[in-house]
């Protein structure tokens, strides 16, 4: 059957894929409103560069191939972030704020989960060359505007910080292998298992991460979180910045979760994700990713969001089919019949001409037809009209 598709794969069919379509220019032009400039990196690279740096969590997702012309490996990405961060480090090498944008397909060796294509279209915004909380404001604001912009705003916003967690298993002494036990209990909110795993971690370290699970909420999760956590500079300095986030975004319906380490490996910052009702996972995501650049040769500050446009245009309101106007073929170019089918596709109406044999396209609820009327010298002269299409 050769119709068949690969497991998570599918095509997007017309009503679908209009709406995609709609959704991508109403979310890039809201980008380049704000100043954001988009980019198109390519579909394949060579994998050392899609997976240098930033890019290294990304190896188990990425579908790898030989090129035939240089017989080196090359990776079809998986994530446009790394690319997007190269473009900014090495081939636009600007100084100062960079603001880029992207919308294009990806490709996952496996599917995130059982409801996820592994064929997403991913659409972001990064802020590159600032390293203060401002940036972050921003593409949350542009995040949440995102959603509001297509019909379908956040319920909330959770944010959180790796640093709270970095700072405590750094002040603990862990090992790398207990440190990745307790991240991986944290993001399940294990309870039973992460009191075990914390069994022979000295105090005050031991109740600060059996904590981290219940600091979760609305802002006075921070102030519970100062009183209950020890006093490290580096976590302080992590509570600071959400609770500037809290002071900057009373508009926006922003959550805490102190546990929540998505993406722990990749971000160095504030980490954050949208969720809507009626929708399991994070609906967009994102964070702060400093020194995205540097294997590119320029140590850069970042911070962005991205999500699935497919997703997306599913939470949307969806478009009801446009009705169309049925036309005779119109074979002579310069005819008043062609004139006519000119005339209202420019106005914004989709004509369809009707080749000759073929039956009338079911979408059209109007049809062109011809009206012969006497002219002033009584000579008949051919005008076309729409009339409406009775199927009753």
Known sequence: MNWLLPDYLADALPLEAAQIERLRRLTLDLYARHGFELVMPPLVEYLDSLLTGSGQDLMLSTCKLVDQLSGRTLGVRADMTPQVARIDAHLLNREGVVRLCYCDSILHALPADQAASREPIQLGAEIYGHRGVEADIEVIRLMAATLSTVGAPADRIDLSHVGVFRALTQAAGLTPESEARLFKLLQQKDATNLAAACADIAEPWRSAFL???????????????????????????????????????????????????????????????????????????????????????????????????????????????????AAPFAEQAGSPLAGTIAKLRAAGEIVVEHLPGAAEDSRCDRRLVRNAVAGASGETDAQWIIEVINRG
Do not use: K, N
């Open 211 to 325: 904590r981290l699970p219940g600091l979760y909420g609305d802002a006075t999760t921070l102030a519970r979180a100062r009183r209950e956590l020890p006093a490290l500079p580096a976590l302080a300095a992590a509570l600071e910045s959400l609770q500037r986030l809290a002071d900057a975004m009373p508009e926006l319906p922003l959550s805490f979760d102190l546990a929540d380490l998505r993406g722990y490996h990749y971000h160095t910052g504030v980490v954050f994700a949208a969720f809507r009702h009626g929708f399991a996972g994070a609906v967009a995501r994102g964070g702060r990713y400093d020194g995205g650049g540097t294997a590119f040769g320029r140590d850069r500050p970042a911070t962005g969001f991205s999500l699935d446009l497919r997703e997306l245009a599913r939470l949307a309101p969806q478009l009801a089919p446009r009705a169309a106007i």
